[in-house]
């Protein structure tokens, strides 16, 4: 249960603020993940990192903007949200970024944008 | 791209008996399916997976089946307990090898005792 941690564990913020998610592996993995997950709706892959290069954005909007400075930790910054950006994001990691490496997730973050 | 339809999405079961969760996926060059279990307030859990080189794999009372010709894959749970209950994710990797999983709209199992 420890494996993928993330922080915080909720947050609450207005339109206009800037905040961060953290997401910090201690598997020694290589590939780092973000996922959106929304009631009623599939868990959907934000960006994808392999030994801190981005190699996959999903259509994501430009006011979600991630940071891997490093294999083991993995930021989301969030600025001027939109109400409907309110899910649960995950933070994921495997061994590499490769068809068949097992994805490990966190216990994610609640976000509420009011 | 990768579609992945997952069906039910809700089964309610008697404890003891079995449930069967069915997904189809569009990408026929896709490798990997894993099953996801995420309790109410947890993170998704790996439960099991299966590669396309093989066509059933077993793990105590869970099992799951892939028929790549038809391109689709069950999960199978014998003697369900109530601690079942959980939503069920499937999901199918892309042929992009960049990692990226699709998944299943989820199926919420609960289990009668």
């Known amino acids: 249960e420890t494996g993928v941690t993330q922080t915080p564990r909720h947050l609450v913020m207005g339109m206009t603020n800037k905040k961060s998610l953290k997401c910090e592996q201690h598997?020694?993995?290589?590939?780092m993940y973000w996922y959106k997950q929304s009631a009623k709706k599939p868990l959907e892959l934000m960006f994808v990192?392999?030994?801190?290069?981005?190699?996959e954005n999903n259509s994501v909007p430009s006011r979600f903007s991630p940071e891997c400075p490093n294999s083991s930790h993995l930021f989301l910054h969030l600025h001027t949200l939109q109400p409907e950006d309110s899910a649960l994001y995950l933070c994921?990691?495997?061994?590499?970024?490769?068809?068949?490496?097992?994805?490990?997730f966190g216990p994610g973050t609640r976000l509420t944008v009011l | 791209g990768e579609n992945v339809e997952q069906h039910p999405s809700t089964l309610s079961v008697q404890e003891g008996d079995s449930a069967v969760i069915k997904c189809t996926y569009s990408?026929?060059?896709?490798?990997?399916f894993p099953w996801y279990k995420q309790e109410l307030g947890k993170r998704p859990q790996l439960i099991i997976d299966?590669?396309?080189?093989?066509g059933e794999k077993k793990d105590q009372r869970i099992a799951v089946t892939l028929n790549k010709t038809a391109k689709h894959f069950s999960l199978h749970i014998t003697e369900t307990q109530p601690e079942d209950s959980a939503v069920y994710f499937c999901?199918?990797?892309?042929?992009?090898?960049?990692?990226?999983?699709?998944f299943g709209q989820g199926t919420t199992l609960q289990v009668k005792p």
């Open positions: 299966i590669r396309s080189n093989v």
């Open positions: 598997l020694g993995h290589n590939a």
């Open positions: 990408d026929s060059a896709s490798n990997y």
């Open positions: 999901a199918a990797a892309t042929s992009s090898n960049t990692g990226k999983l699709i």
């Open positions: 990192y392999n030994f801190k290069e981005q190699t």
């Open positions: 994921a990691s495997s061994q590499d970024s490769g068809d068949t490496d097992t994805q490990y």
